[in-house]
């Protein structure tokens, strides 16, 4: 059988083992855990890319602990606006939604946006329309309220500052998003991004979760990646299309690709984050400028791989 | 005095001589004439990029016969819905709208995203509240009601088809959308991309235009880029970035990359459309894989040159 891969992420940030309990660094790993496993039990049954990386973005989307689906982080107005991208190695095909609410797993929208579309990338009332019209599961406004969350918008507006993710206090900033990359036996690689966005951050801003080339892009001739972070870093720096450039056009391997992308033209910047990436020989990068990322992996041939902090 | 240079488009699809009365020929010729002096004479006092980008794209958004601003198209629901997006080579800063109602001058309101705001990308009502706190121009419906565009509506409508631009019978398909690059006597580059979307796209649809990295592009240390095209297609491939990844990674010629993604690239998975592209040296180039792509460019000392067809 030929080798299949998996690799997902939580979110970056400032992370700090000194912030977190024993009981939370349990229920994160746990919950990494379970998303990956369910992308990994596909890939094991010969099951193709495009399905595992969806799969284990709707675990993490239902996960109320991360910043996507569920989990989705309050806007100044007081509401979830997601955002999710999806894309394949193999046709480069591509879906695309921003500004939606009360969608379950925008992560099976933006794969409709996709499959069942003439579009790539929908926005707000016009996506959400679209979801109706392909019966895709809805989800009532308290099924989004988790408490903490809401906490941190009022924390937020407090201060008038952004929070890029699920912060209550200084110690504990991290920017969330989730995401998944897959290599299956058949060769494919495939890519997804889901965010709940920034506490507190303008109505209708985008970030780079939904933009294909910034936090989403897939090649079978180079690459997968998913991107988290501060967005705006990332959508100047076209970084999940970048790191795809630095391997085709200059010969990088993946590594070398995330090394410059990530710890270099990032942090020139002031662009703080990092994303996951796979390419077509199942070589798995997790780099990140940030405290912290929670992430994993998983080899057909390999042990299962959890982390939160820096190694 | 140090050179500079300008390069506009209105627009690429199937444009045909045969389709074409010489009055309206005229009347396209003498709007790109207009747009483009007006971006000219700053350079030529040396003026900055951004400014000549901004000022060239207010005046293709304040003609009619262009799709953007006053002249863009109708959705399938009967209304406009704007994108735009413009990026400074020298800082790689950015700023895009999309799904935006009644601005006057969409361009404008993506350089004060750049340039007032903490992101990079706003969309829908949520751009259309920063728009009105940064007392921007809003114009009524009446203004943007140009007869013809919605004459294609009904006729898109009947056929159940998205038509790509004001395009009224098969004879002549038109991608429509504005963009300019410009270099500064400072050895600054800019680009911005402006748009009025597809004849009865899907309501909430976001094309390349609003995009960076596929709309548009700016970097000193290779090129500006504005597209007009099949969106989905400019997506998938990230095409504006792609342009400079070619030069900066592997070597090659603003023509050469040009050549490829244009040419070779799009053609391959069927993206119809073309780009304007303006490297750091003041090298000019106007591709496009369509029947003709409106197009005009200057060099400080060289003559104007207007384009509709293939040469």
Chains 1, 2 share one sequence.
Do not use: W
Not at 115 to 140: D, I
């Amino acid at each position: 059988m030929n080798k299949f891969a998996i690799a997902i992420h939580g979110g970056a940030g400032t992370i700090l083992r000194s912030s977190m309990t024993p009981e939370k660094e349990i229920e994160y790993k746990l919950g990494l855990k379970n998303a990956i496993m369910d992308g990994d039990n596909i890939l094991a049954k010969g099951g193709n890319a495009l399905d595992a990386v969806e799969t284990a973005i709707r675990n993490l989307e239902d996960n109320p602990l991360f910043n996507a689906g569920r989990g989705a982080v309050f806007t100044s107005k007081g509401k979830n606006e997601m955002d999710s991208s999806i894309m394949e190695g193999s046709t480069l095909m591509a879906g695309a939604v921003t500004g939606i609410n009360n969608i379950k797993n925008p992560i099976t929208l933006a794969r409709t946006v996709m499959q069942k579309s003439e579009h790539v990338f929908l926005s707000g009332l016009g996506a959400m329309e679209f979801a109706e019209k392909m019966k895709l599961e809805f989800a009532p406004d308290e099924y989004f309220f988790v408490q903490h969350r809401y906490d941190q918008l009022l924390q937020a507006k407090k201060s008038d500052t952004v929070i890029l993710d699920h912060t209550v206090t200084n110690a504990t900033s991290k920017k969330g998003t989730v995401g998944c990359v897959a290599l299956d036996v058949h060769g494919n690689l495939a890519a997804g991004t889901s965010t709940g966005g920034m506490t507190n951050k303008k109505f209708g801003r985008v970030g780079d979760s939904p933009m294909i080339g910034a936090g989403t892009y897939a090649n079978n001739n180079t690459c997968a990646v998913s991107c988290t972070g501060h967005g705006e870093y990332f959508i100047r720096s076209v970084v999940a299309y970048d790191i795809s450039c630095l391997m085709e056009y200059k010969g990088l391997s993946l590594k070398e690709a995330c090394d410059i992308v990530v710890h270099k033209k990032l942090v020139a910047i002031g662009g703080e984050g990092g994303l996951i990436a796979l390419d077509a020989k199942g070589n798995i990068e997790l780099p990140f400028n940030s405290e912290g990322m929670y992430r994993a992996m998983k080899k057909s041939n390999g042990n299962l791989y959890i982390g939160i902090y820096k190694d």
